[in-house]
């Protein structure tokens, strides 16, 4: 991994600032990469789910035997991201069908994949259009699961 630096540059603090006027440095790492995210505090009790994706935002980095690693501190904040795509689903598991009763489907995506969605949500018109083949549908998740569905 390697690390651009930007020219040295002056900066003036204001009047009575301090050590506190120091430019805040935004760090986007290369896409697909993996941190360590250590979350302390409140941050810590902030419900998450695997493979949800999630923005965080003030936190203090540093380098560690085990590569860049981030803490969270007083400040930070988790922003829950949604992302809309479009998906071509290959079946559905539910329930009664091998699942727990759990109020949600498993729904199983033609490139192998499986979200889960909430049963209210699954249409019975997605059923005919898996029998004719895979259904496209137009998708809004958080994390694994589909939060809103339509074809």
Partial sequence: MTTKLSAVRKVEAGKGAGKEAVPPKKDHP????TITVSLWREAA??????GEMVRVTHVRASN?????Q???TNFTKIEKQLSHQELEVAGVLK????AASS???QVLLACGETLMIDEGLWDPSFDAAIQEGILKLRAELEGKKIIKAAM
Avoid: Q, R
């Fill in 103 to 105: 109020g949600f489907f």
């Fill in 95 to 98: 329930d009664g069908e091998g």
């Fill in 30 to 33: 290369a896409e697909k990469s």
């Fill in 70 to 72: 981030v803490n969270s």
């Fill in 45 to 50: 009790v902030e419900p998450l789910a695997i």
């Fill in 64 to 68: 560690t035997e085990y590569g860049v």
